[in-house]
């Protein structure tokens, strides 16, 4: 268990009718959920810049937002992380995180920038291709096996991305070549990290769905809830984006893809820093989220 | 530098303090740290009264100790650079 701080030193009058001591996870209170990764190339987690939007985004949608500490490069490789974030999704969908943290989930939306949305996608991709979700059929609840107990497991309710790394592969697609010298992510970073988070020693291929899920099957794909993805026209990745909308609109999946200009790769927390055409996207996440979380205008804070 | 632990501590701290989260947290989940960011009232009580709460000493002493960590590590880097 991490050190824990708190700003409410002090007891919460306007608390004192939560239920203390709960024991059984069907008395907790429900709520929304938003599961965020964090960018940083799998070697680091941007959560100082996610963090003035991520509670933005929870005070706007009344969700509570979870950021995971996923494992980092050099010392994880894949799949490491992904496993990490499969673990946790289980573990909030289960009902097992219910105790820890004072509520049940209610509908969960997964989020994502750069590495962050590599490992949003191959979330979906790994709940089908491990079915752990009930592929077979399209209930959104399916009692299954996971690490030896019987859980329900679902898909996300949503997924939204931000110019995710949906592949891995070294091919040169047209965005690559002329968008090489983006200041955050230039082309030969790309090589770099995949190198690094599939090492070439390891035989893993570049092209596995769950590392690159720009390549996953359109029998996985199908299954993919709402999607968002948010892209710009500096974007190296951009065409990654563009093709996995496509192939995602084509198989009937609620897909879209929104892109600006005058803005580097990864750029969600560049609204805190004051960068308009940030801000603006900020606002349409805003209410994206508040459209997929089904929440009524009268409940808007 | 941005993935190191004080860094990501006083961003939640700072965070907290400007944007007015009523709690703003690292727990574990299956195993995995995580940061739980709300600004729901009623939860903060859950966690007050379910985790031990923390001051800033830690926060300094996690600070401090990081620092003499990196002036340590910056030494320890000098002669395989001065070598390539």
């Known amino acids: 268990m991490s050190n824990l701080s708190t700003i409410l030193e002090s007891p919460d009058e306007s608390c004192s009718t939560y239920p203390r001591q709960t024991t059984r996870k069907e008395e907790y ?7 965020h990764m964090t960018g940083g190339g799998f070697f680091a987690h941007t959560i100082a810049g996610d963090l003035p939007y991520l509670i933005d985004w929870s005070g706007y949608t009344n969700a509570v937002v979870i950021c995971p500490e996923y494992a980092l490069l050099p010392e994880y490789t894949y799949p490491t992380a992904l496993n990490q974030i499969a673990d946790i999704y289980c573990s909030l969908v289960g009902g097992d995180a219910s105790s820890l943290l004072g509520f049940q989930p209610n509908r969960i939306i997964v989020t994502g920038e ?13 709940l089908c291709m491990d079915d752990i979700v009930g592929t077979s059929d399209i209930k959104p609840f399916t009692k299954r096996k996971y690490d030896g107990h019987d859980i329900n497991i679902r898909l996300p309710d949503a997924i939204m991305l931000c110019c995710p790394t949906l592949n ?3 091919s040169m697609p047209h965005s690559r070549i002329i968008r ?32 690159s899920p720009y390549f996953a099957p359109d029998s996985v794909l199908r299954f993919f809830p709402p999607t968002l993805l948010y ?5 190296p ?3 990654d984006s563009v093709h996995f909308n496509a192939r995602l609109k084509r198989l009937g999946v609620d897909s879209d893809l929104r892109a600006v200009h005058h803005l580097p790769h990864a750029y969600w927390g560049l609204g805190t820093a004051g960068f308009p055409e940030a801000q603006v996207v900020q606002t349409e996440c805003q209410n994206w989220l508040v459209r997929q979380f089904n929440i009524e205008p009268s409940e808007l804070r | 530098m941005v993935s190191l632990p004080a860094v990501k501590r006083v961003s939640l ?11 703003a947290k690292r727990i574990s989940i299956a195993g995995v740290s995580c940061f739980i960011i709300s600004k729901e009232s009623y939860l903060r009580k859950f966690f007050c009264e379910n985790f031990e709460s923390n001051n800033w000493t830690y926060l300094l002493i996690e600070i401090h100790l990081l620092c003499l960590k990196s002036i340590v590590d910056w030494f320890k880097e000098i002669p395989s650079t001065a070598t390539t």
């Open chain 1, 29 to 35: 209170p429900k709520k929304d959920i938003i599961l």
């Open chain 1, 114 to 126: 750069s590495a962050g949305g590599n490992l949003a996608a191959a979330l979906c991709v790994k």
């Open chain 1, 168 to 170: 891995l592969s070294l």
């Open chain 1, 180 to 211: 090489d010298s983006d200041p955050v992510l230039p082309s030969g970073l790309i090589s770099a990290i995949s190198d690094a988070y599939l090492p070439p020693d390891k035989k893993i291929s570049k092209d596995d769905p769950l590392a």
């Open chain 1, 231 to 235: 892209a710009t026209s500096a974007d």
């Open chain 1, 237 to 239: 990745l951009l065409d």
């Open chain 2, 13 to 23: 701290e700072v965070s907290k303090l400007l944007k007015g989260a009523a709690i």
